[in-house]
């Protein structure tokens, strides 16, 4: 995935999981970066991409819950 694509994916993750939790896309970006997200979302971007918001949703709980 190109680095504009990985941006406007991201930028999709954060936005939507933000709607999802009634919180600001910005505070769920920095959220996403103090956490290690953002950089998880990245490092499984090919995979990630191809799957449903619900998915992609549980990937995220999942890593926070293992992570934090």
């Known amino acids: 995935m190109n ?4 941006a406007f ?7 939507e999981y933000a709607s999802n939790k009634g919180k600001q896309a ?7 970066e103090k956490t290690g997200t953002l950089q998880y ?3 499984n971007a090919e995979i990630l ?3 449903g918001k619900s998915f992609i949703f ?4 999942k890593f ?3 992570n934090h």
């Not at 991201?10 to 936005?15: A, D, G, N, T």
């Not at 549980?58 to 709980?61: A, F, G, L, P, R």
Request: one cysteine or more; charged letters at 25%; glycine letters at 0%.
């Open 41 to 43: 979302l990245s490092e």
């Open 9 to 15: 994916w991201l930028s999709w993750c954060i936005e």
């Open 3 to 6: 680095t504009e694509d990985l």
């Open 26 to 32: 910005s505070d769920i970006a920095q959220f996403f």
């Open 64 to 66: 926070l819950q293992n």
């Open 58 to 61: 549980d990937c995220i709980e």
């Open 49 to 51: 991409h191809t799957q």
